[in-house]
T-cell receptor, first 112, second 112 residues
Framework: EAQVTQNPRYLITVTGKKLTVTCSQNMNHEYMSWYRQDPGLGLRQIYYSMNVEVTDKGDVPEGYKVSRKEKRNFPLILESPSPNQTSLYFC???????????FGSGTRLTVV | DAKTTQPNSMESNEEEPVHLPCNHSTISGTDYIHWYRQLPSQGPEYVIHGLTSNVNNRMASLAIAEDRKSSTLILHRATLRDAAVYYCILSSRGGTASKLTFGTGTRLQVTL
């Protein structure tokens, strides 16, 4: 089944403890992206990648890192998480020339 | 990106058609109109997109005003599974832009 898989689905962590949220797609898509969703603010883009080793900042990149070493994977790294990064995170992908993104099921992160 | 305006919420009876409006008076000539929906506890899901002409697919129809300042997503027969938040999004760069700018969408309630 074509899908975007995020892990973990739920995560509670403490301030300052580095964490990685993984994202993997099995559709050979070139574009991948990370969004965060907060009440009243909608979904906002954190980072995106147009292909392997090509990444760029979205609207809210502060406090996040990404890497794209393989086409299928696009992990989101929080080096020193803070409570304001408590949010619902979504990974998305699409192929070049396609108009529709496929989203993962989300990762709910709580930083205490 | 140009802005869209949608009602906060709408209600529909099951098995009846639903017309979800979207205003985008500042749309530019190359902006595509995309619709996504987000079911409870899931990531956004692509529904349909268009540029100037009306579009149909298995999920819905998209009616675009002649001046392109507004559009309407049409669900021909709403079911309980269509209860979701529906987002109308404008995408620049020919519709394959690297970012989707989500607003707060329309929450559709479907009742028996």
């Amino acid at each position: 089944e074509a899908q975007v898989t995020q892990n973990p689905r739920y995560l509670i962590t403490v301030t300052g403890k580095k964490l990685t949220v993984t994202c993997s797609q099995n559709m050979n898509h070139e574009y991948m992206s990370w969004y965060r969703q907060d009440p009243g603010l909608g979904l906002r883009q954190i980072y995106y990648s147009m292909n392997v080793e090509v990444t760029d900042k979205g609207d809210v990149p502060e406090g996040y890192k990404v890497s794209r070493k393989e086409k299928r994977n696009f992990p989101l790294i929080l080096e020193s998480p803070s409570p304001n990064q408590t949010s619902l995170y979504f990974c998305a992908s699409r192929s070049t020339g396609s108009y529709g993104y496929t989203f993962g099921s989300g990762t709910r992160l709580t930083v205490v | 990106d140009a802005k869209t305006t949608q009602p906060n919420s709408m209600e529909s009876n099951e098995e009846e058609p639903v017309h979800l409006p979207c205003n985008h008076s500042t749309i530019s000539g190359t902006d595509y109109i995309h619709w996504y929906r987000q079911l409870p506890s899931q990531g956004p899901e692509y529904v349909i997109h268009g540029l100037t002409s009306n579009v149909n697919n298995r999920m819905a129809s998209l009616a675009i005003a002649e001046d392109r300042k507004s559009s309407t997503l049409i669900l021909h027969r709403a079911t309980l599974r269509d209860a979701a938040v529906y987002y109308c999004i404008l995408s620049s760069r020919g519709g394959t832009a690297s970012k989707l700018t989500f607003g707060t969408g329309t929450r559709l309630q479907v009742t028996l």
